[in-house]
């Protein structure tokens, strides 16, 4: 069994994530995500206020992939800015990090 923690994105971070779209509920929804973060990555279930919400519907009706993966930005309390993700995957020998 997976323990998740449950997290918010506060006013001045910056989240890059992964999450399947169709387990996307709206607001007041917990949703799990991938957290990409340095060398590691954290599974996590996101808290969905309105505001995230509201931010995210455009993103999740713009394409037809079935997984997102973004960068979320918390400007202020009720804004977010909705980047695509990205990731530098580099291969050292015969191994690859992220």
């Known amino acids: 069994m997976l323990n998740w923690d449950?997290?918010?994105i506060e006013v001045g971070e910056r989240k890059t994530?992964?999450?399947k779209k169709n387990e996307y509920r709206g607001t007041?929804?917990?949703l799990p995500v991938s957290i990409y973060e340095h060398e590691r990555v954290d599974f996590e279930l996101l808290e969905i206020n309105k505001s995230l919400?509201?931010?995210l519907i455009p993103f999740i009706h713009s394409t037809e992939n079935e997984n997102a993966f973004i960068t979320?930005?918390?400007i202020s309390l009720?804004?977010?800015l909705i980047l695509p993700g990205a990731a530098i995957i580099e291969k050292v020998g015969k191994s690859?990090?992220?």
């Open 17 to 19: 994530l992964e999450f």
């Open 96 to 98: 690859v990090s992220a």
């Open 72 to 74: 979320i930005i918390r």
């Open 6 to 8: 449950s997290m918010k």
């Open 28 to 30: 007041g929804s917990l």
């Open 53 to 55: 919400a509201k931010s």
């Open 78 to 80: 009720k804004s977010y």
